[in-house]
């Protein structure tokens, strides 16, 4: 890794973390009228056709055998099974609740990183995570809005957000050592090829399944939403996501990702109401401190 790469990383991953953080709220609104499979396969066409209309415009890298396979698997994993667990999380507990539980993930990213990748962390580069994660799990401690009660089983949506968080950690490991031989923009588009055919495959095994998936986004308004939330979490959202893990350690750059309830405060504040209490601006300050160290360590 070149020096000061490390800071790309880092910029790419708090990107990313804005464009997820921004997408969860319009993803919010679409999940009182469409299931999770429904909206994880037509968000996931959006972004497909995004990435490849890109690409078309650019040319394509070619993508090594093993690469290929290890990104398409880290899309099954990631996006087919992950995002329909976050997004059925999402539905029952509100973005604040999930967005808590998925401050677990880069811990279970770090411990596969060591595990799997042997990525080592210094002293420094540990007190920046802890700061972080630290800091948005204490923003997210707060009730949430009125509105934004728990739907259904408490147990069960915990669970799906549970397994959200190991589908993504393990999504980010897969994809890791692809990345250094394939450009973040195809591995993008790799890993979507993948979990769309899964969804398309599930879809079609039952007769008018698909149909019943996208007949909502028939309207304007939720073809409208959809397409604005597909194009910020799932086009950019994972193309910087795939740019953070090309240039910064994993565990690292999956902390940096979490990072979206620091963008969620002033979204809601300003398009929910939601008052900003003293609880989440300390939150806020501590999580910044920690970024700003991971982020001053990568510039070294």
């Not at 959006?46 to 890298?61: E, P």
């Not at 992950?82 to 997004?87: E, I, K, R």
């Not at 690292?252 to 979204?267: E, M, R, W």
Request: with cysteine; charged share 10%; proline share 4%.
């Amino acid at each position: 890794m070149e020096p000061g790469s490390g800071w790309n990383g880092g910029l790419f991953a708090l990107g990313s973390a804005f464009a997820f953080a921004s997408a969860s709220l319009l993803f919010r609104r679409l999940g009182h009228s469409v299931s999770p499979l429904g909206l994880n396969f037509a968000k996931t066409v959006i972004a497909v056709a995004a990435c490849a209309g890109l690409l078309s415009c650019q040319g394509m890298a070619e993508v090594p055998l093993r690469e290929g396979l290890f990104l398409a698997l880290s899309g099954l994993v990631g996006i087919t099974l992950g995002d329909t667990a976050y997004f059925t999380a999402l539905n029952a507990l509100g973005p604040r609740r999930t967005l808590l539980l998925d401050t677990l993930s880069p811990g279970l990213t770090a411990v596969l990183a060591a595990w799997i990748l042997h990525e080592r962390l210094d002293g420094v580069a540990w007190s920046g995570i802890l700061l972080t994660l630290g800091g948005v799990a204490w923003v997210l401690r707060g009730r949430s809005a009125p509105g934004h009660e728990v739907r259904g089983s408490m147990a069960r949506a915990v669970a799906w957000g549970l397994c959200a968080v190991g589908s993504h950690a393990v999504g980010v490991i897969l994809a890791k050592d692809a990345l250094s031989q394939v450009p973040a923009l195809e591995a993008s588009l790799v890993r979507q090829v993948a979990a769309l055919s899964a969804l398309f495959l599930w879809g079609f095994l039952e007769p008018g399944r698909l149909l019943g998936w996208v007949r909502p986004f028939g309207r304007w308004p939720e073809l409208r939403t959809l397409v604005g939330a597909s194009l910020l979490g799932t086009f950019f959202g994972i193309w910087l996501s795939m740019l953070a893990l090309e240039f910064a350690p994993a565990s690292i750059a999956a902390t940096l990702n979490s990072t979206g309830p620091l963008f969620i405060l002033p979204l809601t504040r300003v398009f929910d109401g939601e008052r900003i209490t003293w609880r989440a601006g300390l939150g806020a300050a501590v999580a910044t401190a920690g970024v700003a160290i991971l982020l001053l360590r990568g510039a070294g």
